[in-house]
């Protein structure tokens, strides 16, 4: 039988360790602070941002919520300079995308690198195609955890990326190269995913398409990882079909994988940061 790489259950026993880490931390007068900055009137967006804000004050990280509904790219990045400069903010959290005519890159390329606890600004992604200390993407570090907590080796995998995101894929490519692990990757639209997917050992897709990798195209044993989202009303479908999971010797389901997990690694990297401010 597989193992199923429970996100779900993961992120509960990190987020019980980061309330230990952020009792220590106060004890020695530091309160974790983090900032969310949501722009426009999208509704799931908001839905999600609260739901940071509420996972956060539940472990004790002090946090700030700025919905700017209404904007322009220069108060964006003047609010976030202000965030740059204050004490009590270790950590900034801008949530993409941003509304419709505002710059994306100018505002995460605004952040601090050292309250850059998203991994979305192309400081931090260069630092983390250099190999050098950085907080990487939450979707980066998800993987990563789940792999430690199930005892999986990284080691000595054939890896298969597929996707071209700036916040998953991308970075997770340059993480695993500079891990020297052996990776091939692959953009959404590429022909050669079927043949390509039959030599992986782990494969870690993200295209959006419900259901693209199927059986025939995965050897036995090999790892999946599913980072895809296809909505279809309430229900939401990964990118790996379930009978892929018969032949795989551990995979993340969806919903239930890496997804619950990214809260969490947003809030580990900004206890991450307090610390490293306070020197403690």
């Known amino acids: 039988m597989p193992v199923v790489l429970d996100g779900k259950a993961t992120t509960g026993k990190v987020m019980e360790e980061l309330g230990a880490q952020v009792e220590a931390l106060s004890e ?33 990280i002090y946090t700030e ?23 009590k903010i270790h950590g900034i959290m801008v949530q993409l995308p ?17 309250k850059d606890v998203d991994g979305l600004s192309p400081n931090t992604l260069g630092r983390l195609l250099m190999g050098e200390e950085c907080y990487p993407p939450a979707g980066v570090e998800a993987i990563a955890e789940l792999f430690k907590r199930y005892g999986l080796e990284m080691e000595y995998k ?45 494969i870690s897709v993200e295209i959006q398409k419900k259901h693209f990798i199927t059986a025939d195209m995965v050897k036995e044993g090999v790892i999946l990882i599913d980072n895809g989202n296809n909505y279809e ?16 010797s551990a995979y993340t389901p969806v919903p239930g994988g890496t997804g619950p997990m990214l809260i969490a690694m947003l809030l580990r990297n900004t206890v991450r940061a307090a610390s490293a401010a306070s020197g403690v």
């Open 98 to 114: 941003l509304a419709e005519g505002l710059d994306e890159l100018k505002a995460v390329n605004t952040i601090a690198p050292e």
């Open 158 to 202: 054939h890896w298969l990326v597929v996707g071209d995101s700036n916040f998953l894929s991308k970075p997770l490519a340059a993480y695993l190269m500079n891990k020297r692990l052996n990776v091939t990757t692959a953009g959404p639209n590429c022909p050669h995913i079927p043949e390509l997917a039959k030599t992986a050992d782990v």
């Open 233 to 248: 009303g309430s229900k939401v479908f990964g990118d790996v079909d379930p009978s892929a999971y018969e032949k795989a």
């Open 28 to 60: 020695r007068g530091v309160t974790p602070g983090l900032a969310l900055v949501l722009t426009g009137t999208d509704k799931y967006s908001a839905r999600y941002v609260r739901l940071k804000k509420k996972r956060a004050e539940s472990i004790g």
């Open 65 to 87: 919520f700025h919905h700017l509904e209404e904007t322009t790219d220069e108060e964006l990045g003047a609010l976030i300079q202000r965030l740059n400069q204050d004490p």
